[in-house]
């Protein structure tokens, strides 16, 4: 089972961006890559995930501003964020679910992500 580490959190003003990284201790080959924000007292909510053949689907936090990619050679996974706002701030935590191949699911410990004025 891999492990994860995000990094590129940051704060940041409203309509800014950060790219977000999740580097996997291991092959994410098999692994349908994700990302996920939480705030306190809140369940992890879908920002998006890859699959292993490239095909994305996002969240309806995203609303057109993010954007996941993944890179198989390297096991990373990246999120870029555009257009933040207030509402973004969250803990930006990244997922590796391998159920379909017979491996397990991991989670990263999370970036913070800040955006105020």
């Known amino acids: 089972q891999v492990q994860l580490v995000e990094s590129g959190g940051g704060s940041v003003q409203p309509g800014g961006s950060l790219a977000l990284s999740c580097v996997a201790y291991?092959?994410?080959?098999?692994?349908?890559m994700g990302w996920y924000r939480q705030v306190p007292g809140n369940e992890p909510e879908l920002v998006a995930h890859?699959?292993?053949?490239?095909?994305?689907n996002y969240g309806s936090v995203s609303k057109g501003r993010f954007a996941i990619s993944r890179d198989n050679a390297k096991n990373m996974a990246f999120l870029q964020l555009n257009y933040l706002q207030p509402d973004d701030t969250a803990v930006y935590l990244c997922?590796?679910?391998?159920?379909?191949?017979?491996?397990?699911?991991?989670w990263g410990q999370g970036t913070q992500v800040t955006v105020s004025a």
């Open positions: 997922k590796a679910d391998g159920r379909y191949s017979g491996n397990g699911i991991a």
């Open positions: 291991g092959s994410i080959a098999e692994y349908v």
């Open positions: 890859i699959t292993t053949e490239g095909f994305t």
